[in-house]
C-alpha cells in the first residue's frame, strides 16, 4: 500500500467515525464511548469480534449478507468470527462457512480462513482485507462437552506482522467462574506465550469482565481494549442482542498493540452484539 493510499484510507476512516457519530443519534448503531477522541494514526487498524450465532438474527431469519454487511458498515479491517458452521440443523443445514465467504468477498474481505476441528457447529474463522501468511487451528484443553478450538494466524498489515488469535471457551457455567474454563483460558495462553510481534486475541470468552477468567487473561500481560478505551466501568453489553445483560466477547491487545478506541455495535444480525477496537500496532 503506498503513502497516498494509506493518507486516503486513514481519511475515509476519520470520515466514517463522523457520519457514525451521526447514525448513532438515530439508534441504528450505538456506541458505548463517543469516537470524538480518535485521531487516524498510519498504523492503525479496524478489529472486530463476532459471534455470528449460524448466521441466524434474533428475527430468527438466516441471513449472512446481514452479517457481512454489519462488518462492512464499521470498514472494519480484520474481524474474527465465532460459530461458523458448515451442515448443522441449527440453521437448515446451511453451508454457512460458504455462504459468508461469498458474502464477505461482496464487501472486500478477500482473505479468509475458516478453521476446522470441533463440533460442526463452533467453527471459529479470520476475515481480512490484509493478506493472511499462516493460519492454523489448535483443539485446546480440557474438552468440556465437545472440542473447542483456536485459530491463530499470521497477517501482513502494511509490512507488519500481526498475530490474531480466535476462540471460543466453553459456555458451561458453574455460578460464575467455571475452573475448566478458566483451564482451557491457560492453554491458549500457553499456545501464545511464545509471540513476541504484536498480538490480538479475540473471541467468545463466555465471561463477565470480574470473572476469573479474565483476571488470568490480563494477569497474562494482556489489555481489554474495551475497558482500556471506555474504563472498567463501562458496561459494553454483547449478549444478548435481544435483551443485553452480560458483557463476554472481548479484544485483548499484547505487545505493544494499543487501544485508540472500542465500542459495541448494537445488530440484531445475531444474538451477539459485535466488538470493535481500532488499534495502534
Known sequence: MSEDEKSARYQMNAIFLSIVILTSLSGAIVFDSSPNSFI?????????????????????????ERIAK?????????????????????????????????????????????????????????????????????????????????????????GVNVTVAVTHVTHVIEERSNPERVEQIKYVLTLLESITGPLILLGDFNAEPNWNEIFTIQLAGYHDAFAKANGVSAT??????????????????????????????????????????????
Open 236 to 281: 459494553g453489553y454483547t449478549y444478548s442482542s435481544e435483551r443485553p445483560f452480560q458483557r463476554i466477547d472481548y479484544i485483548f491487545l499484547k505487545n505493544n498493540v494499543s487501544v485508540l478506541d472500542s465500542f459495541v455495535i448494537n445488530s440484531k444480525a445475531s444474538d451477539h452484539f459485535p466488538v470493535v477496537a481500532i488499534v495502534d500496532i
Open 40 to 64: 487516524p494514526q498510519d498504523n492503525s487498524l479496524i478489529v472486530m469480534t463476532y459471534n455470528t450465532h449460524f448466521g441466524v438474527g434474533i428475527d430468527g431469519n438466516y441471513n449472512p
Open 70 to 158: 454489519t462488518v462492512a458498515k464499521a470498514r472494519v479491517d480484520i474481524v474474527g468470527f465465532q460459530e461458523i458452521t458448515r451442515a448443522t440443523a441449527l440453521n437448515g443445514f446451511a453451508d454457512f462457512a460458504s455462504d459468508l465467504s461469498r458474502e464477505m468477498k461482496k464487501q472486500g474481505y478477500e482473505y479468509s480462513y475458516v478453521g476446522n476441528g470441533g463440533r460442526q457447529a463452533l467453527h471459529n474463522a479470520i476475515f481480512s482485507r490484509y493478506p493472511i501468511i499462516t493460519a492454523e487451528t489448535v483443539p485446546i484443553q480440557p474438552t468440556v462437552t465437545y472440542q473447542r478450538t483456536l485459530i491463530i494466524a499470521v497477517l501482513n498489515v502494511d
